[in-house]
Nanobody, 121 residues
Framework: QVQLVESGGGLVQPGGSLRLSCAAS????????MNWYRQAPGKQRELVAR???????RYADFVKGRFTISRDNAKTTVYLQMNSLLPEDTAVYYC???????????????WGQGTQVTVSS
């Protein structure tokens, strides 16, 4: 099994910054991608940012230039640096990883528990 532990959410004023972290552990053979999604009340979950196995990144248009996804050298922790936050960024943010597990040797995706980000004055 794979475990994901998220941290870093909270309340911040508009224009402020937050950094989310997500640490993956467990029976991991390889990590194919690490992703951040978010879900605001009454809305569908949407992709915010993705970092692939090669380190390539992809961002949703609504966060380009404001958010940065990165990972640690061990490639098991993913970060989301969020700058210039807007009230519309308020949502529960979820970490998602696509991994190949060791036993059984198969690909699957796993989700973190979610962390609340509230942008308000």
């Amino acid at each position: 099994q794979v475990q994901l532990v998220e941290s870093g959410g909270g309340l911040v004023q508009p224009g402020g910054s937050l950094r989310l972290s997500c640490a993956a552990s467990g029976s991991i053979f390889s990590i194919n991608s690490m992703n951040w999604y978010r879900q605001a009340p009454g809305k569908q979950r949407e992709l915010v940012a993705r970092i692939g196995r090669s380190g390539s990144t992809r961002y949703a248009d609504f966060v380009k230039g404001r958010f940065t996804i990165s990972r640690d050298n061990a490639k098991t922790t993913v970060y989301l640096q969020m700058n210039s936050l807007l009230p519309e960024d308020t949502a529960v943010y979820y970490c998602n990883v696509v991994v190949v597990t060791t036993t059984p040797m198969q690909e699957g995706d796993y989700w973190g528990q979610g962390t609340q980000v509230t942008v308000s004055s």
